[in-house]
Nanobody
């Protein structure tokens, strides 16, 4: 079964950094694009970053230049390095994969950017 488990969230001050990680299992990880999404209270869940199976990356404009997505196909993990964090980055962050006609989600990890 497909499993996505996020870790690394918590409380961080504005301007700080945080690294999220997602451990994937139940599918051939190296063959699929992996994504990070986030959802703030009362808002839609939106894409933050995507990395293709070949390592090509794409970012939402709101995080471009501050966030970096990466993957380790040997460890079946995808990471999101978040720098220069802003209060508006506060959200539950989800790891996701589009696989066999449907999108799979982790349970999410909460990131709070506040002083």
């Amino acid at each position: 079964q497909v499993r996505l488990v996020e870790s690394g969230g918590g409380l961080v001050q504005p301007g700080g950094s945080m690294r999220l990680s997602c451990a994937a299992s139940g599918f051939t990880f190296s063959s699929y694009a992996m994504s990070w999404y986030r959802q703030a209270p009362g808002k839609e869940r939106d894409m933050v970053a995507v990395i293709s199976s070949g390592g090509t990356t794409n970012y939402a404009d709101s995080v471009k230049g501050r966030f970096t997505i990466s993957r380790d196909n040997r460890k079946n993990t995808v990471a999101l390095q978040m720098n220069s964090l802003k209060p508006e980055d506060t959200a539950v962050y989800y790891c996701s994969v589009w696989l066999r006609g449907m999108r799979y989600w982790g349970e999410g990890t909460l990131v709070i950017v506040s002083s």
